[in-house]
């Protein structure tokens, strides 16, 4: 069964990108303590990219990419998930262009 099934429709697009409902108050994970964040990521880069990259490291819940950052976010189900992403991820290229990867906080 593909990880890619447990994101909702549209995530690889840039059409849901942004803030959630339109609250204009910035993302906030729903499980900080599993969330990541990205930095160092190309403005263009899709949520299906971010996907296939960091799917391998455990159940992914959601992934945002807010419009104009370079950086992404990415919540896991598991703690001990989002903790193999940042160990095996930070320093790692993705689409060509050097990440960082630490933890929410």
């Not at 990521?41 to 419009?67: A, C, M, N, W």
């Not at 598991?78 to 262009?97: H, L, T, Y």
Request: glycine share 12%; charged share 35%; aromatic share 6%.
């Amino acid at each position: 069964l593909s990880r890619m099934s447990s994101m909702n429709k549209g995530q690889g697009d840039r059409t849901d990108r942004g803030h959630p409902q339109g609250s204009g108050k910035g993302w906030r994970p729903w499980k900080p303590q599993c969330t990541v964040a990205v930095t160092g990521v190309s403005e263009r880069t899709k949520k299906t990219s971010l996907q296939e990259s960091f799917g391998e490291f455990g159940r992914i819940i959601r992934i945002e990419v807010p419009d104009g950052k370079s950086m992404a976010f990415v919540e896991y189900e598991e703690r001990r998930d989002a903790s193999d992403a940042i160990k095996d991820m930070d320093g790692k290229a993705v689409e060509g262009r050097r990440i960082g990867v630490r933890l929410v906080e």
